[in-house]
């Protein structure tokens, strides 16, 4: 329904219009009505109506003036004027403003309906055009995500040279120069799962999502990227006096959004060491992942590279080893194995086993008989693990215990490079299992795609219940495997079957929208250009010329 809002100061002219309009019946709701625009003024701001129908002669504040000040404060609002004054002046100024009709008094039933019923075409119109622009423009930043992401990544790989770097930002309209930068990784649940237990967000991870992306939207210092299925990166710009300033202000803000209710979250934040040049920004995120890699062992939420590097120099044997308080001081608790059994990535590793060895004290690793224990918790650990895993522990089980026990009982460094063997044999088992297990969500979910895609709400959400998963690990899991987001891949499935269309039938393109899923030929006809470079008529025009 259509809210109308009717100003006129004529009582018998206003009783008139309300008596002889079936509104309800038009698809309209008579919301107010005022006797002059001074009175209407305050009562439009209120019931915000879609259209306003006003005499352009009040006392006190006249229609014209009204629907000048109204259309400001109300954008999309509607106006028609009623006038006893056939003047080319007042038409005039009515244009000037952007009324919708100018109606001459006396005014007939069947007139003023045929006007409102004309308004509602267009306005439902305008209506439906702009839901799917703004469908559009939601599907592109979709695309734009998946674009940075890769961006990010390539930047942070040392991958791209200066040239590219500055070519792909600009056409991402991202903004990347600056005197210093930083690095942060961050991920909102430490308790991420890539052996495949795990399948997505809780309501408030997806919470705190859409908050952090409306503060870096928001934040012209700050970039956030999607770093794998569960953890991100930051990219901070600044001055060099101001960067150290830039990257607390953006951790505090993640950490008051990760904290804003009182459960305990296993969120973690790690800030990596600022650098001066953009070339020089893989080492920013080195610093960050190296320290990133201690969220296991780190018993706070938040680590800064040049803490962790400062406290690291000081002799573990300090009473004052503020590292050490911080670090859990049960470093032999199986569930620390476990979490990164679970959790870690293949290069957190030799990190990771480092800063386990650390954790546990050189001194007491210096006895024969605790470095063996030491050994053998760990293996055991990572049998129990891909065990209930459903992983093929066989080809690490050839190996006997007793030759184990021998080699690393040599020394530490043995240990630790036995440490750092199995659990990154374990690791990669995990992922080779887990990847068989995304395989077959994600053929399940482009075969349900490939089968439906005509159909008008097909969505993300109705891949991820065919493949059974959340459709926020989906997302995450198709765009990181697929290498596009879903979106992308529909649109594209959907595009190259209009292609076939267009080349193989003579269907119009009103038909062609209707048989791969659009409702709307315009918006078929608006995507088509944006993605093909042409409109459909232009395409079909350029295959007969060929032909």
């Not at 954008?75 to 003047?87: E, R």
């Not at 030799?350 to 224990?373: C, H, M, T, W």
């Not at 990572?382 to 690490?396: A, P, Q, Y």
């Not at 075969?447 to 969505?459: K, N, V």
Request: aromatic share 10%.
């Amino acid at each position: 329904m259509l809210k109308i809002f009717l100003a006129e100061d004529e009582v018998i002219v206003r009783e008139t219009i309300k008596r002889m309009i079936p509104w309800e019946n038009l698809g309209f709701e008579l919301v107010g009505e005022a006797a002059d625009g001074e009175m209407a003024l305050p009562l439009l701001l209120r019931q915000k109506p879609d259209l306003l129908i006003t005499d352009i002669k009040m006392p006190f504040m006249d229609g014209l003036t009204l629907a000048k000040v109204a259309k400001k404060e109300i954008p999309g609002l509607k106006v028609v004027i009623l006038s006893g004054y056939d003047d080319f002046n007042y038409a005039k100024q009515a244009i000037n403003i952007g009324v919708e009709d100018y109606l001459l008094k006396p005014i007939t039933k069947n007139a003023l309906i045929e006007r409102l019923t004309e308004i509602r075409s267009r306005y439902e119109h305008e209506k439906t055009q702009k839901e799917y622009y703004e469908k559009f423009h939601r599907e592109m930043q979709a695309y734009e995500k998946n674009s940075s992401r890769d961006f990010f990544e390539a930047l942070v790989s040392g991958s791209m040279d200066m040239m590219e770097i500055y070519r792909r930002s600009e056409k991402l309209g991202l903004d990347i120069v600056a005197e210093a930068y930083n690095v942060l990784i961050f991920t909102m649940n430490c308790e991420e799962d890539f052996s495949g237990q795990r399948e997505g967000y809780s309501e408030w991870e997806a919470e705190s999502l859409e908050l952090l992306e409306e503060f870096f939207s928001e934040n012209t210092s700050a970039m956030l990227f999607r770093c794998n299925i569960f953890s991100y990166g930051v990219l901070i710009k600044g001055q060099k006096e101001t960067i150290g300033e830039n990257t607390r202000s953006c951790v505090s803000e993640i950490q008051r959004i990760l904290d804003r209710k009182e459960q305990k979250r296993q969120w973690f934040v790690a800030a990596g060491e600022p650098v001066e040049r953009l070339s020089q920004i893989q080492k920013s995120y080195y610093s960050a992942s190296r320290a990133f890699s201690q969220r296991y062992l780190y018993d706070e939420n938040i680590l800064y590279y040049d803490e962790m590097a400062s406290m690291e120099k000081k002799n573990v044997t300090e009473d004052d080893s503020t590292y050490l308080q911080k670090v859990d001081v049960n470093a032999l608790n199986p569930v620390i194995l476990q979490k990164f059994l679970s959790n870690g990535l293949l290069e957190e590793t030799e990190n990771f086993v480092k800063d386990y060895f650390y954790a546990i004290g050189q001194e007491p690793l210096e006895s024969l008989v605790f470095r063996n224990y030491v050994t053998l918790n760990v293996r055991f650990s990572v049998m129990s693990f891909l065990k209930e895993i459903g992983c093929d522990t066989r080809t690490l089980e050839q190996e006997d215990t007793e030759d184990v026990l021998s080699e690393s009982s040599k020394s530490l460094e043995n240990a630790i490079a036995y440490a750092k063997k199995i659990i990154s044999q374990a690791i990669a088992l995990r992922d080779q299992n887990s990847g068989n297990k995304n395989r077959s969500i994600l053929k399940t979910a482009v075969d349900f795609i490939d089968s439906h895609y005509m159909e008008e709400d097909m969505s993300l959400n109705k891949a991820a219940n065919a493949a059974n998963v959340s459709a926020n690990h989906f997302s995450a899991l198709f765009s990181q495997n697929m290498g596009q987001t879903f979106i992308e891949y529909l649109t594209n499935l959907r595009m190259n079957k209009a292609k076939e269309y267009l080349r193989c039938t003579s269907m119009r393109s009103s038909e062609i929208a209707g048989e791969i899923g659009y409702k709307d030929a315009h918006y078929f006809s608006y995507l088509f250009k944006k993605t093909q470079g042409m409109t459909p008529s232009d395409y079909r025009k350029a295959r007969e010329d060929k032909a």
